[in-house]
């Protein structure tokens, strides 16, 4: 009887469910992903993370590189290039960004549906229509003294950062150029490469500083003018690595007429992408 009672005794004692191994793994995990693959996708996302944080800090350093350069010349110029440069990136650099931020959606896509030439197709598309829409802009920045004396700027404030804004025209048709290849490149997770081209051009763009500013004669101009020779120095580079990198070889097959096509499709995506970043 005594043995009877014990074995009921340890019977009601036991959990009604035993956890196996398998169970207690699932419980190490999280909603049901192992803790290993959580590890393993931060690891990745960093390792892209990192690179394009590089590149937005060093192609941002070139506007920084450039202002402190003007700023031995003086208050006058310091204040003229500051103006410019704000003026020029509500009226050109934001747009350009945010219309190129299109690609994000039409590359990713076509990628994600192993299209890779159509990659191609898309970047070259999203130039032409960067490259069209630079040009009004053009017309705001060559007429930006003009503007800022109608907003009641001071004048001597206005004529430099409008002589400033003029040497910066041919700036515009890089950098929307440069923002189609960065997102060409990092929608196929090619992100070193990017970086290294940033890297390369803010160091060059330091030499140029100083030659253009102090040996020159050019003064806070040539300021304005290494901005332009340093982004196209980036385009070029970014360009002969897609055509000439095998990593490449899939999504830029070379210049197509496709290009011309659904160009309204692209740009009722990149307004308001645009007006976003605006």
Not at 159 to 171: K, N, Q
Not at 235 to 260: D, H, M, N, Q
């Amino acid at each position: 009887m005594e043995r009877e009672d014990q074995n009921q005794s340890t019977s009601l004692q036991s959990p009604l469910i035993q956890h196996s191994g398998q169970d207690n793994e699932k419980q190490r995990s999280w909603g049901g992903i192992e803790r290993s693959e959580v590890v393993e996708e931060v690891k990745k996302q960093i390792w892209l993370a990192g690179p394009l944080i590089s590149v937005t800090l060093l192609n941002f350093c070139l506007t920084v590189i450039s202002v402190m350069f003007v700023g031995h010349l003086g208050e006058l110029a310091l204040s003229g290039a500051s103006m410019a440069n704000s003026f020029a990136s509500v009226t050109g650099f934001s747009l350009l960004v945010g219309m190129a931020s299109a690609l994000d959606t039409f590359c990713g896509q076509s990628y994600g549906a192993k299209q890779y030439r159509m990659l191609g197709i898309h970047m070259q598309r999203a130039m032409l229509i960067l490259l069209i829409v630079s040009i009004p802009l053009a017309i705001i920045w060559a007429n930006t003294r003009s503007i800022l004396i109608f907003f009641g700027q001071d004048h001597e404030i206005a004529e430099e950062a409008g002589s400033y804004a003029r040497f910066m025209l041919p700036c515009l048709f890089p950098y929307g150029l440069l923002q189609c290849l960065n997102r060409f490149l990092q929608t196929q997770n090619i992100v070193f490469p990017m970086m290294c081209s940033s890297g390369i051009t803010t160091l060059v763009h330091v030499l140029i500083c100083w030659i253009l500013v102090f040996k020159s004669g050019l003064g806070s101009k040539g300021a304005a003018i290494a901005n332009s020779i340093s982004y196209w120095l980036n385009v070029i580079l970014l360009s002969l690595y897609v055509k000439f990198s095998p990593s490449c070889a899939r999504s830029w097959t070379g210049f197509s007429k496709e290009a011309l096509h659904s160009i309204p499709t692209f740009v009722r995506l990149a307004i308001p992408s645009a007006v976003m970043v605006w």
